[in-house]
Nanobody, 124 residues
Framework: QVQLVESGGGLVQAGGSLRLSCAAS????????MGWFRQAPGKEREFVAA????????SYADSVNGRFTISRLNAKNTVYLQMNSLKPEDTAVYYC?????????????????WGQGTQVTVSS
């Protein structure tokens, strides 16, 4: 069982930056692939980024590639999402999720554990 708690969301102006954190409980965190997803008002939840168990492989949605960076610190059971050059269209609730498989996937159904989400609002 893994419990995930996101933090770091807030209100920021366009062009600004935020860093989201996701703290995980459980001794098996280092074996999970971790992902970030987001859901904007009136839209379906979508993939943002993912990182494999040791941080050696990452994947990004085209819409955030080059602006967002996912990283993890297994010693602290934490995964991060550094978001730069934020745009109003990045406004959403951001969720972190844990996938027990050893491969990166963008498929939401593969992620077994989810956090409660943190709100990110980017003003124009």
């Amino acid at each position: 069982q893994v419990q995930l708690v996101e933090s770091g969301g807030g209100l920021v102006q366009a062009g600004g930056s935020l860093r989201l954190s996701c703290a995980a409980s459980g001794r098996t965190f280092s074996s999970y692939t971790m992902g970030w997803f987001r859901q904007a008002p009136g839209k379906e939840r979508e993939f943002v980024a993912a990182i494999n168990w040791n941080g050696g492989s990452t994947s990004y949605a085209d819409s955030v590639n080059g602006r967002f960076t996912i990283s993890r610190l297994n010693a602290k059971n934490t995964v991060y999402l550094q978001m730069n050059s934020l745009k109003p269209e990045d406004t959403a609730v951001y969720y972190c999720a844990a996938h027990p498989g050893g491969y990166i996937t963008r498929t939401q159904g593969a992620y077994r554990y989810w956090g409660q989400g943190t709100q990110v609002t980017v003003s124009s």
